[in-house]
């Protein structure tokens, strides 16, 4: 059994916050290992929850369209959350939720020793950049820690509540795939 295979059994189990008792299915991440460039969102929705697969309801399908114009997909990058189980409603996983659950993605980030990650919304961008992070200010800029390069987008379902936030991220999608390609990463 791989590293992550027994890292995605060990998840699976979790019970580790009150999220663990209304999930239908443990959201782990998808994609390939290792993998040079990781989408790091905040928490599965609903039809994730039921899938148990990261970004796969009408988020998801933006996502993949966003990921398509710069020269990704499912293959070739990997996809997480920050919280692996579906918070209520969908609402904001709460910060106690964050600290029970980060340490898998901790060691899913450790494993897949990324290039490059990608925060989809402020409340990854807090979590992973800096906990001040202002999407609205600071989308798409670069921030690098331990050689790693980080950068945040407006997550998918923001854009679709908000179109006028398109054109901004399809410029931070243009920075994306200059950075991964100035990285190797595609």
């Known amino acids: 059994m791989s590293e992550m295979d027994a890292l995605r059994e060990r998840c ?6 009150p999220l663990a008792r209304t999930r ?3 959201v782990f991440g998808v994609g390939p ?5 990781v989408f790091v969102g905040e928490g599965p929705g609903q039809q994730e929850d039921l899938r148990g697969e990261p970004f796969v309801g009408a988020a998801g399908q933006l ?3 966003m990921l398509s114009i710069i020269d990704l997909s499912r293959q070739n990058c990997y996809i997480a959350n920050i919280v692996k189980c579906r918070p209520p409603q969908n609402r904001d996983p709460l910060p106690e939720e964050q600290d029970a659950c980060i340490g898998y993605l901790n060691e ?9 990650i ?38 998918p379902s923001a854009l679709l509540r908000d179109v006028s936030k398109r054109p901004e991220t399809f410029a ?3 920075s994306i795939r200059e950075k991964a390609r100035t990285l190797k990463c595609i």
Request: with cysteine.
């Open 12 to 17: 699976l189990q979790c019970s580790n916050c």
């Open 24 to 26: 239908n299915h443990v």
């Open 33 to 37: 290992v290792p993998s040079k460039i």
């Open 63 to 65: 996502l993949d369209e």
């Open 108 to 116: 899913q980030l450790r494993i897949l020793q990324p290039k490059m």
């Open 118 to 155: 990608v925060c989809l919304g402020r409340i990854a961008a807090m979590r992973l950049i800096r906990p001040e992070f202002r999407i609205t200010r600071e989308h798409g800029q670069w921030s690098q820690k331990d050689g790693v390069f980080y950068t945040a987008i407006y997550h």
């Open 172 to 174: 931070d999608l243009l």
